[in-house]
Structures are given as structure tokens and as C-alpha cells.
């Protein structure tokens, strides 16, 4: 921020900004231009940055430009399988960072959700006899070379024809293991106000959304309004989406994907 307030006048507070955040050691950032910087960001694209006391060095930047963060995906998802409500259809649930919003949805659906952590092996998620799969939201680049194990774990699951949806980064690498390929968007897509359009009857729908990156094709079953950019893929009896259909807090428009998919799961159940 540009001026922090030092002396909050709220008969509520009980500290400024500054106390608080050292408290919890949190860095923050005082004495800037913040529009300045959001038109540098506006012109060049998302960038990485670095807060520190001194001008930047040549190593400094150096630096700056090759941080990426490490194994993601590994650090956000469920270390253990869990086993979760009483319903009549069986649902696995591949954990990349799994919001709890998507595991409330299947159970208010008649589902039985099983959560399987991100290194899990199909014949792991075969074992439960599945009627359909979960691929859920996560952090990072889809392409990373960590992510390439569950490309091949994803290719083997589509091969038993079990229906699939996945969400967000699910969907990113349930594109990549049908040969698609993924890139870094200029501007990431944040916040619980993207509009989507389904590209087969023309609808709008108001979606949540929260990720940088994108599948590169002209051929989305949903397209983001604002940049044109895919937001969905079908591949039969499965089908997957970039946004957020579960958004706790968010827009509820995109809640009947997962009827959508329900019943594709007994439509493959009876043949």
C-alpha cells in the first residue's frame, strides 16, 4: 500500500497494520506507487517480485526471473485415502489441492467419495470399482516435469472408459494426457466474477476462478468471455472445465456440472 494508517481511529481496533503483521511475521510494503505498478503489471503480464532492502543486484534479477515454486501440487495434496458418506454411486476423488466444496457437491448428490492423494496409481483408484472420477483443482503449471506421473496415471484411468470431470488444474492435465497442450496467460484469471460462454447454446454464466494458466486450443466446449481463452473440454463421457462449478462463496451458476455429471456416471452404469 501507499499510506498506511499508523493511527486507526475504529473504536473496534485494537492495532495498526504494522503491529499486527510483525506480530504474525508477515512482510508488507509501504511508500509505493501501487498504480504504477498495477499499469507495469497491466502492460507486461504477470511477472515474478521480490521485496528486499536494497537495489536490486544482476544476481538479484537473475534470480527473480528463474524462481518457480517447487512441487506444488505434492504440498497441498491429501497425504493419506479417506473414505467419506454413504451414497449409492462411487466417486474417486484424485486429490491435487481439492477444495472442500467438491467433495460437499458429490455428497449432495448420493455419492460416495473416495480422496486419493496426488501420487496415487490407477490401479490404487481401480481397486474401489469406481462409476466416476474426480480430477480436482490445484496450484502451479500443469506442464511441470512433476506432473508428467499423473499425465500417465490420467491416460491409464480414461482408458477403462469410467466418466471423468475434472476441474481446473484437472482439467489442464486431463488435457495434456489427451494430447493438448498448456501456456502461461498474460493475465491470470482471479476472482468470483469471470464471465463463460457455452460455446454450444450461446449461454453465459457468471464462475469463479483462480489460475494462471491455459489450455492452448480454439476448440472449448465453455470460452472465457473476456479473452476468448478455453474453459472447457468434452471427450465422450467425460468432460472437464476451468472454473469453478463448486465455489463456496461464489457464484452458484455452473452447480449443475455435477448433475451433469452424475448422470453421465449412471447412464455408463446401466451401458
Not at 466416476?132 to 484411468?157: C, F, M, T, Y
Not at 462449478?245 to 451401458?271: I, Y
Request: overall charge neutral; hydrophobic content about 30%; aromatic content about 8%.
Amino acid at each position: 500500500m501507499k499510506y498506511p494508517c499508523q493511527e486507526p481511529s475504529n473504536y473496534r481496533s485494537e492495532e495498526n497494520l504494522d503491529t499486527f503483521l510483525k506480530k504474525r511475521s508477515v512482510v508488507g510494503l509501504s511508500g509505493i506507487d501501487t498504480r504504477a505498478l498495477t499499469k507495469m503489471i497491466r502492460e507486461n503480464g504477470v511477472m515474478n517480485g521480490r521485496i528486499q532492502y536494497h537495489p536490486p543486484t544482476e544476481l538479484d534479477l537473475h534470480e527473480i526471473r528463474q524462481y518457480k515454486v517447487q512441487a506444488p501440487v505434492s504440498a497441498m495434496s491429501s497425504k493419506t485415502t479417506k473414505t467419506e458418506g454413504s451414497g449409492s454411486l462411487r466417486v474417486a476423488l484424485f486429490d491435487f489441492g481439492a477444495k472442500r466444496g467438491m467433495t460437499e457437491a458429490l455428497l449432495q448428490r448420493d455419492c460416495t467419495v473416495w480422496t486419493f492423494p496426488h501420487d496415487s496409481l490407477a490401479e490404487d483408484i481401480f481397486q474401489i470399482e469406481p462409476d466416476g472420477i474426480v480430477l480436482s483443482n490445484g496450484p502451479g503449471d500443469p506442464a511441470e516435469p512433476l506432473n508428467q506421473k499423473i499425465v500417465k496415471q490420467i491416460q491409464i484411468l480414461q482408458k477403462k472408459g469410467i466418466p471423468i470431470l475434472g476441474i481446473c488444474l484437472g482439467h489442464q492435465l486431463l488435457a495434456i494426457a489427451n494430447g493438448f497442450t498448456t501456456r502461461k496467460l498474460k493475465f491470470g484469471h482471479r476472482g468470483a466474477n469471470q464471465p463463460v460462454k457455452d460455446t454450444a447454446t450461446g449461454k453465459v454464466y457468471i464462475t469463479s476462478q483462480n489460475h494462471g494458466y491455459e489450455v492452448h486450443t480454439d476448440k472449448g466446449s465453455f470460452v472465457n468471455v473476456n479473452d476468448g481463452s478455453c474453459e472447457g473440454l468434452e471427450y465422450g463421457n467425460s468432460f472437464s472445465v476451468q472454473f469453478h462449478p463448486e465455489a463456496c462463496g461464489g457464484p452458484l451458476d455452473t452447480m449443475f456440472l455435477f448433475d451433469r455429471f452424475v448422470e453421465r456416471m449412471k447412464r455408463n452404469a446401466t451401458g
